[in-house]
């Protein structure tokens, strides 16, 4: 029997685990397995390991042998669990003993048993989720004293504390400008979100539908609850499908412990499931299921789990078509799309490229710790001009691109990328000159309008070439630096002084 002197148990730091097993080389064996990661007592027999229990009262698991002269194993997890119910009690055994384990498992309140012979990197790993279990045990008791003796200031808290998590990720983060197509979807958000009703929402790639999402959760009755997240589209069929249904220890080749499904998690909340038109047929069979049923069943198991999840469904396909060519299910498309809402691309919404460029600028300077005061109007007009095929997503990486570079407060145009530099604002491709005369031929109004138009797109054609160098720009127009300047400001390509 091994034990720790008081001062040494007064400075523990390492979690304490009991092993009870009346074998010493046995105890030697999971000593070193364990000993980096636990701080171990050992005890050869019951009576020993009572003793270790009595004296010492930081002992958090205890993995306890069956077989044992004297008692049983779980006779003796019987005893600790009626005098020290928060301790993690695991019984090592093996195959023979198993039906006398399962037997006392709920009247010794065994949380795991392992077979004998054990491997190493399963028994600590099970060792550490144990250590786990009895952390959550101790703050969860914390928890409902705290919720008892100050059940009104925490409510108070609480509802504070969703407040600032609805203005986080409801409506209210939703950047938009007056006039944004966007505003219609935002209104039709605010008169949905309240019913639980299935959602699609559709959209190119990096519009902003999982924050469409997010949106609709926090301004739902289930904003308290679990919002989960799936990539259906980055997952073959069989992972996905363990991924939202989970699996029971055994169901295949790898499967060492139980996994509880994302449905599961999301139970009483909202399951986002993105790139949804990416699944195949036998998939869509499964998951038409759950929403119709609302219960599954993990791989592996024969019980059914209910749950209840609101899902929201997002795609850039078309699934319309996709209905028509037999390529999706038509009955799993009518049961997501109870409600359908469209994100318009970036390129509809420029009145918002400002508002969102601001916003993305202060998270890229958090995420690199570096501060930036804004950017340059030159800036914002090639910003402007661009139409952002990638949406918000591209737009987020070239800003946070801009910040790295950076060296001054202000982000000027030199920092924007090729591409960026090298897109006017007309709609037209430079490098087909067919293109660049039909775009002159459609100008509208009479002839000075005209001209305006085109000496704007000279000008801007030019001042991107040059990366917004005014000098450059001015010496390849034949004017001065001056002329240029009240140009650009006539145009509103730059503000006045």
């Known amino acids: 029997m091994t034990l720790p002197s008081s001062s040494h148990s007064s400075l523990r730091r390492l979690p304490a685990i009991l092993v009870v097993d009346d074998e010493v080389r046995s105890q030697e064996a999971l000593r070193r397995t364990l000993e980096e990661d636990f701080e171990v007592l050992c005890a050869s027999s019951a009576d020993e390991g009572m003793e270790v229990l009595l004296r010492e009262q930081a002992i958090r698991i205890v993995l306890c042998d069956q077989r044992m002269p004297g008692t049983t194993g779980v006779q003796f997890l019987k005893e600790v669990r009626t005098r020290w119910p928060d301790i993690v009690r695991i019984i090592l055994s093996g195959y023979t003993d198993a039906e006398d384990i399962i037997s006392g498992v709920n009247e010794a309140g065994i949380w795991q048993y392992l077979l004998k012979p054990w491997q190493p990197e399963q028994l600590l790993l099970t060792l550490q989720r144990a250590a786990e279990v009895w952390r959550l045990q101790q703050e969860n008791q914390r928890l409902s004293l705290d919720l008892r003796t100050a059940e009104p200031v925490l409510k108070r808290q609480v509802d504070s504390k969703q407040e600032k998590v609805k203005s986080s990720f409801g409506l209210a983060s939703l950047i938009r400008a007056p006039g944004s197509p966007i505003n219609a979807v935002c209104d039709m958000v605010g008169r949905v979100a309240p019913f639980d009703l299935s959602i699609m929402v559709t959209g190119e790639s990096g519009t902003g539908k999982e924050m469409i999402a997010r ?145 993305l600028l202060g998270s890229s300077c ?85 001209m305006d138009q085109l000496e704007m797109h000279v000008l801007k054609e030019a001042m991107s070439r040059h990366r917004w160098n005014k000098s450059r720009a001015a010496r390849e127009l034949g004017l001065s630096r001056v002329g240029l300047r009240a140009k650009l400001v006539r145009h509103g390509l730059e503000q006045a002084e």
């Open 215 to 359: 949106a609709i959760h926090y301004e739902s009755s289930r904003a308290s609850k679990a919002f989960i997240t799936e990539n259906c589209g980055a997952l073959p069929d069989n992972l996905l499908e363990s991924e939202l249904f989970g699996y029971k220890r055994g169901a295949f080749t790898g499967a060492v412990d139980d996994r509880v499904g994302l449905f599961q998690q999301a139970d009483g909340g909202t399951l986002f499931l993105d790139e949804i038109g990416e699944t195949s047929p036998a998939f869509q069979v499964k998951l038409l299921r759950v929403l119709q049923e609302g219960e599954f069943r993990p791989l592996g198991s024969n019980r059914p789990v209910h749950v209840d999840v609101r899902v929201i469904a997002a795609t850039n396909r078309d699934l319309e078509d996709d209905v028509r060519t037999g390529r999706f299910r038509e009955d799993l498309y009518y049961r997501l799309a109870t409600i359908a809402l469209h994100v318009p691309p970036l390129r509809e919404r420029p009145m918002d490229l400002p508002l969102l460029a601001s916003r």
């Open 366 to 450: 958090n995420a690199l710790g570096k501060p930036v005061e804004g950017f340059t109007n030159e800036a914002l007009a090639c910003i402007a001009a661009y139409r952002w095929p990638g949406n918000v997503r591209e737009l987020q990486n070239e800003i946070l691109r801009m910040v790295a570079l950076s060296t001054t407060p202000l982000l000027g145009p030199d920092l924007l990328s090729p591409r960026v530099l090298r897109k006017p604002v007309g709609e037209f491709d430079e490098n087909k000159p067919s293109d660049e005369l039909a775009w002159a031929a459609g100008l509208s109004g009479g002839l000075k309008e005209r």
